[in-house]
């Protein structure tokens, strides 16, 4: 499979914990993103890599959450000291990159979290 | 939060029929796309269109964009059970070249 993936596909963690997601892109895509999603809505971006450099990050991005593409392939998504409100689906996207302009983002199945 | 709003929130349709589901948004746009979502998965790109196109056909799929009313179109002829799904829209626009800026989806359920 070729596809982008996302490691694990559910956590559930306690109000307080710290998890970390991981996220393996299309072989060869330079840009990486990450979206949150919850139920009924559509998904909200946090954040993108161009490479291992972050370009954009999201206002929903609090301190409690941190990017990482060292590499410029996988990321991880961590989340510090949990809160119920950060249960949700996350999504991470890549993209070929290498032009100014916007192109087509494939998304991985996500990871859902539930936080008690 | 977000940029689109879809309509309608949730379409019922037989098989065979067409489904058609609007977007609008609110800024300036470089770009389009639609995208599928089945219950509880990862979403599907369906289609991308340029600001400066109007209709673009993929398949059962035909898209327009209005540019001038901020707003586009997403039919899908010949309605199957398999595209029961969310169908969402995405704008990308001005000097941000990564975020997709989603809308709230339309709930699209074809039955056989």
């Known amino acids: 499979d070729t596809g982008v993936s996302q490691d694990p596909r559910h956590k559930i963690t306690k109000r307080g914990q710290n998890v970390t997601f991981r996220c393996d892109p299309i072989?060869?895509?330079?840009?990486l993103y990450w979206y949150r999603q919850t139920l009924g809505q559509g998904p909200e971006f946090l954040t993108y890599?161009?490479?291992?450099?972050?370009?954009?990050k999201s206002r929903l991005l609090s301190d409690r959450f941190s990017a990482e593409r060292p590499k410029g392939s996988f990321s991880t998504l961590e989340i510090q000291r949990t809160e119920q409100g950060d249960s949700a689906m996350y999504l991470c996207?890549?993209?070929?990159?290498?032009?100014?302009?916007?192109?087509?983002?494939?998304f991985g199945p996500g990871t859902r979290l539930t936080v008690l | 939060s977000q940029q689109g709003e879809e309509d309608p929130q949730a379409l019922s349709i037989q098989e065979g029929e067409n489904a058609t589901m609007n977007c609008s948004y609110k800024?300036?746009?470089?770009?389009l796309q639609w995208y599928r979502q089945n219950s509880g998965r990862g979403l599907v790109h369906l289609i991308l269109?340029?600001?400066?196109?109007r209709e673009k056909h993929s398949g059962r799929l035909r898209v327009t964009l209005d540019t001038s009313k901020k707003s586009s179109s997403l039919l899908i002829t010949a309605s199957r059970a398999a595209d029961t799904a969310s169908y969402f829209c995405?704008?990308?626009?001005?000097?941000?070249?990564?975020?997709?800026?989603f809308g709230q989806g339309t709930i699209l359920t074809v039955h056989p």
């Open positions: 996207a890549s993209s070929p990159g290498g032009s100014r302009a916007t192109d087509t983002q494939y």
């Open positions: 072989s060869e895509h330079n840009r």
């Open positions: 890599f161009q490479n291992e450099a972050q370009l954009e």
């Open positions: 800024t300036s746009i470089n770009n």
């Open positions: 269109i340029r600001s400066n196109e």
């Open positions: 995405a704008t990308s626009g001005g000097t941000s070249y990564g975020k997709l800026t």
